[in-house]
């Protein structure tokens, strides 16, 4: 993994030194135009707030049982959803077995799902992680079926050719030639699973970062819902961040196009052959011509 520049380590520091100071100062001056940020607590308030919290006990058990609830959710999303992806892409029994149920189950928001899993599940721990989970098997299911039916079937000829079987063809063709594709569902389930597992903690939960912004609204704690608020968007960014890394860990075999800042990549530079004196000037001109084709190739690759 290419590691980032100093000046691009700047220029996201000063991005987000900017957005802090721009609230600080909209909010302190009390600012009415369109937007009321008279109502807004400022950055300083916010700051103090998530000191306090941070000695606090609660703090770290709201967080402990977030952390809980939506590992837990998307542990299970992501072994069903990848099953499920490939067994509809690979059998059309499964398809036409599974398929409608789950087409009419999809569009559902898993948090309208909140009186299912209280009528269901006998705590509402339980159907918090139900919610979670529903939440993120969609996308990994999605993507995984996607990716399955997207690979060549030259590679699972080759297998079978060699006389592999099911088994072998899914772990050396259909799971590794998948895993972009999973792992792009994964990034994107495990973002959708944070929104609803905050929500479904605001309705029925009991503790949790999400049940514990709520109460802060409904005693009118501004700062504390901005703690909450701040706590949810970290925590979504460090699981977001450790999936993707996983995903680039697990597919660092794939072909990475080197970015050189200004939008070019960086093709070989050509090495002419040697040629023979007597050579024709047709047959001198050879190499140079083949050199440009290759730096054309390798900038439309990248537009690509």
């Known amino acids: 993994m290419t590691r980032l520049p100093l000046a691009r380590y700047a220029l996201r ?51 402990t049982d977030s952390l809980t609830r939506i590992l837990t959710g998307f542990a299970l999303a992501a072994v069903l959803g990848v099953a499920t992806g490939v067994l509809v892409a690979r059998s059309r029994l ?27 599940f006998p705590s509402d721990e339980q159907g918090i992680v139900f919610i979670t989970c529903t939440a993120a098997f969609f996308p990994v299911l999605v993507s995984t079926r996607h990716a399955v039916r997207a690979l060549t079937p030259v590679w699972e000829e080759a297998v ?3 006389g592999g079987g099911r088994l072998r063809i899914l772990g050396s063709v259909v799971l590794p030639g998948a895993l972009p594709g999973i792992f792009g569902g994964l990034s994107v389930g495990i973002g959708v699973s944070w929104i609803c597992v905050i929500s479904a903690e605001m309705i029925s939960g009991q503790y949790g970062v999400g049940y514990r912004t709520w109460q802060d609204y409904t005693v009118v704690n501004y700062p ?27 597919t660092r ?36 011509q083949q050199g440009q084709k290759d730096t054309e190739e390798a900038r439309d690759e990248h537009l690509v």
């Open 13 to 63: 520091t000063a991005s987000l030194a900017a957005f802090l100071g721009l609230w600080q100062l909209l909010t302190s001056l009390n600012v009415d135009l369109w937007l009321r940020f008279s109502q807004f607590p400022t950055v300083t308030d916010v700051a103090r707030a998530f000191t306090g919290r941070l000695s606090g006990g609660d703090f770290w058990t709201d967080l």
């Open 94 to 120: 499964a398809e036409d077995l599974l398929g409608p149920v789950l087409e009419v189950i999809r569009p559902v928001p898993a948090i309208a799902l909140v009186p299912v899993a209280i009528l269901l």
């Open 160 to 162: 079978r050719t060699m």
């Open 224 to 250: 504390g819902v901005f703690v909450g608020m701040v706590t949810i968007g970290v925590l979504g960014w460090v699981t977001s961040t450790a999936v993707e890394l996983l995903g680039r860990r697990l």
């Open 253 to 288: 075999w794939l072909p990475r196009t080197s970015y050189v800042p200004g939008g070019r990549t960086r093709a070989p530079r050509p090495v002419a052959a040697p040629v023979r004196a007597d050579s024709d000037s047709k047959h001198q001109a050879q190499p140079e």
